[in-house]
């Protein structure tokens, strides 16, 4: 039978209905006098004993809310809403879950669905209103509370044979991509006519989408593997600097013997580790076929024995789907993330979440068309994110926002994660052939169908009709029964090789495992009836993993998969054959050479310009110490931070905020490496840096300060430098035939690759995303840099400032005169301040970051409320020595007095509540008032 569940919080419990009247009051500008918000199950096929018994034990807790089987609402303005077809809903899936706990037989399907009842005198052109900001199209949509059904799934599509395909002409190539919505090019679909022309056969449908999947940006790099004909550089101030560095890459090029290799973006990227590996600087580095995620040999201290562990990390994007679906972008990006270093078979136990926002306190009225409001994207991805890594088990220890009015063209969302595995239960080995696929985890459906393709595109105003498909929603339990069964040795000793579900689904997944397969789509596991071969092929549907296993051990891993309730298919086979072949209904669909598919389309051609930059001190801020706090990347975002559980899994070293009043913001993740029920000192350490308007004004500069910040905020919290291992985050404007375009990633890759020569420590991985264009906006140029190293506990210090009393000195850095790092001083001053942290004689540091030495000074004191003075009035203490940017420098407390020539004595910490410097007195909490009141306009703080 067929039923639906009302389900309403008890007055006394409705946090989520005055919340969401709050927001539409403050965001529509109504005077809603009250709010109801009822959750809606659609049940079918459950009998009306079954129904009874998940009343009170599914649908509602029987303290805090009232479940019934009917509702009066049609007598007031009422909303409902639900997700549209196709859309993972995971209220319904859970639900569904809990029913089978009370009668593990049950054959039942759940729909969810929410109604907003109004005011009864809340107008129809308010409804609209309402309307329109509450359902964002692609992911939901108005729901008829008359119809009480399933959702109707078509029938499975016919795959067709692209008649006339081969007879394609060159002027009606581009015609074609855009008919057929597909990401390559004229050029890359010439390639494709051509191919199929030798093949003497026209192509199926599906072998063009999985080309075309296979070759977009967001798969093969294709941005990042132009050829770069020229690099010009402008004349500026800077331009010897630059040169250097462009002259340092073409050296390294000679040294390696790669001067027959194409010179392009990758090539820049990466040949900083290929280089340092050549001079030993890189024996940490794990090296296989399986490059998912960054992955180095550390040694740990388990109940004081010594043992070799990988360490595994990665960072993801998903800026084009948390644009468009806030809450499911976010999620599945760390979702993503996490599949990663998962599938090389660690366990993810750290995480961090870096974004970009544009203003978030714009009102909705002055949103620009096609967009959804800044603050809706802001928030509803911090839900998304933190409801997933809060679900998963996962902790999020560091988590930032920067502002720039430029992310209006497209968000920035970043997630990086840590893992770590004992090496020996780890297995790499070749597949051979007759070896079996196994594909495990969640279902296929049409959430993520043309998602690797669509983050390769511009996004414009029509991509919020057109994109729905693309989005995905994550299903944190499922891929946490994952990470169980990955943590077995068991099971890890099984597989031969790995490969997460991201960007391109079956296609891509288990393609690139072998030369040679065989897959039969026909055993892929769906979440609903009338997927077609070609849906099924490049659905990039979330957590699952596809796993390479000799074939006498099918049957015992399907029994450890059995064992964490995970299903698991045999759907391919290696052959010899050195083809990707797919098999549906007895029918072959695809059989595309394994060449062809690596040759990533047709060759593409650029030049790059590096603009001249603008002589100008990029470092210069005129502020006072109240605004300055104030600054919209200077504020505090504890209220945003408290979404994130810091303390799941006991591994936590700092938690987000220091001090008795836990108001000093940590400037890193650490974390215990995850030893299970023994115990160890060692940890691992990430930091991250990156400022847009330094990388706006020049995105060579803003490279190398991205990597400067991030080892400054390791060393401040007592790690080494020697040993920090990066990972580079590129995120730019859309790439155009304009050679100035492609000179912002060149001038970026260059600054980074100069830093990594000259600290001999190497980037070992990265991602890069392309297409942060919309109309006449770009992002601003990124180039943003995650470090991360072993440390050992008994070194971490917090910000916090600890007692009264005790010197405060600022070990500065002091750029060249075209303001590039000093490198030589840096490494003196990390040095110096490591050996001081591990004698305990510095013991809290904060590495000047966006609000200057000011900010520094304040957000230490607010966390024991310890106040400062500074009193050498010799250096006199000016303006821009307090508010200007100095990355590199580090503030530290100390009660010694330090001996060092880049050691600046600043003055002591008091007992007294209060900020004295250069004659004004501030109290430390209208300091810390002002550093906190505008954020928490949008994310209220929860702890006081």
Known sequence: MNHRIFVEKKPQFRVEAESLQRELDANLNLNLLNLRLINVYDCFGF???????????????????????????????????????????????????????????????????????????????????????????????EKDMSVLAEFS??????????????????????????????????ADLREVVNYFKKENREPYETELKILDTYWSDHCRHTTFTTILENIEVEESFVSEKIKKSLNLYHSIRCELG???????????????????????????????EENNACSI???????????????????????????????????TCLGGAIRDPLSGRSYVYQAMRVTGAGDIY????????????????????????????????????????IYHDNYAAKRLEVGAVVGAVKAEN????????????????????????????????????????????????????????????????????????????GAGGISVAIGELADGLDINLDKVQTKYSGLSATELAISESQERMSVVIEPKDIQKFKKYCAEENIEVVKIADVTDTARLRMFYKGQKIVDISREFIDSAGAKHFAKAKIEKVEKKNPFERKQNLINNLRCKNVLSQKGLIEMFDATIGRSTILMPFGGKTQRSESQVSVQKIPVGNHFTNTASMMAYGYNPELSAWSPFHGAQYAVIEAITKIV????????????????????????????????ALLGALQMQADFKLASIGGKDSMSGTFHNINV????????????????????????????????????????????????????FISQEVENQHIISAFAIGFGGLAEAVCKMAFGNETGVEITNYELQITESDLFNLSYGSILVETPNELNFENAIFLGKTLSEKVIKINNENVDIEELYKANTEKFAEIYPITSK
């Open 47 to 141: 009998s009306e004993e079954l129904i009874e018994k998940c009343l009170y034990n599914v649908f509602g807790e029987i303290v805090t809310d009232n479940v019934s089987k009917s509702l009066d609402y049609e007598n007031s303005p009422y909303l409902a809403v639900e997700f549209l077809p196709g859309q993972f809903d995971q209220r319904a899936s859970s639900a569904v879950d809990c029913v089978k706990l009370i009668e593990p037989t049950a054959d039942v399907n759940i729909k969810s669905s929410k109604i907003l009842i109004f005011d009864d005198n809340f107008s129809q052109k308010n409804i609209e209103t309402v309307k329109k900001y509450f359902i964002n199209a692609i992911e939901s949509r």
């Open 153 to 186: 799934h078509p029938k499975a599509k016919e795959i067709e044979i692209l008649k006339g395909f081969n007879s394609l002409k060159d002027n009606e190539l581009e015609k074609f991509c855009k008919e057929n919505s597909l990401a390559m090019n004229a």
């Open 258 to 288: 790669r001067e027959h290799k194409d010179i392009c973006l990758m090539d820049i990227a990466t040949i900083g580790a290929r280089y340092l590996k050549s001079k030993g600087c890189l024996d940490d580095l794990e090296q296989s």
């Open 297 to 331: 040999f550390i040694d740990v201290d388990v109940d004081s024995e010594t043992e070799k562990w990988l360490l595994m990390f990665k960072n993801e994007t998903h800026n084009h789907p948390t644009e468009i679906e806030p809450f499911g972008g976010a999620s």
């Open 362 to 401: 714009l009102p909705v009225n002055q949103t620009i068309e096609g967009k959804l409001p800044q603050k809706i994207i802001s928030t509803k991805a911090a839900h998304g994110y933190s409801s997933y890594g809060n679900q998963i088990g996962l902790a999020t220890t560091f988590v930032r926002e």
């Open 426 to 501: 780890v297995r790499r080995e070749s597949p051979k052939v007759g070896d079996a696929v196994l594909m495990l985890g969640g279902r296929t459906g049409r959430d993520g169908i043309g998602g690797a393709t669509g983050s390769s595109k511009e996004h414009t105003a029509e991509s919020l009709e057109t994109c729905s498909s693309e989005v995905q929603k994550g299903n944190a339990p499922e891929e946490h029964k994952l990470e169980r069964l990955f943590r077995r040795p068991e099971v890890t000793q099984l597989i031969k090789k790995s490969n997460d579900f």
């Open 716 to 747: 401040a919290a007592g790690g080494r430098y020697n040993n920090i291992r990066f990972s580079f985050q590129e995120y730019f404007e859309k790439m155009t035939q304009n050679p100035i375009s492609w000179g912002k990633p060149t001038a």
């Open 780 to 831: 601003p140029p990124m180039l943003m840099a995650f470090g991360i190293t072993k440390v050992d506990v008994e070194n971490v210090i917090s910000t916090d400032l600890k007692a009264a009393g005790n010197n405060l000195y600022l070990i500065k850095h002091t750029p060249h005169a075209d303001y590039s790092p000093n490198v030589e001083q840096l490494k003196n001053n990390y040095d």
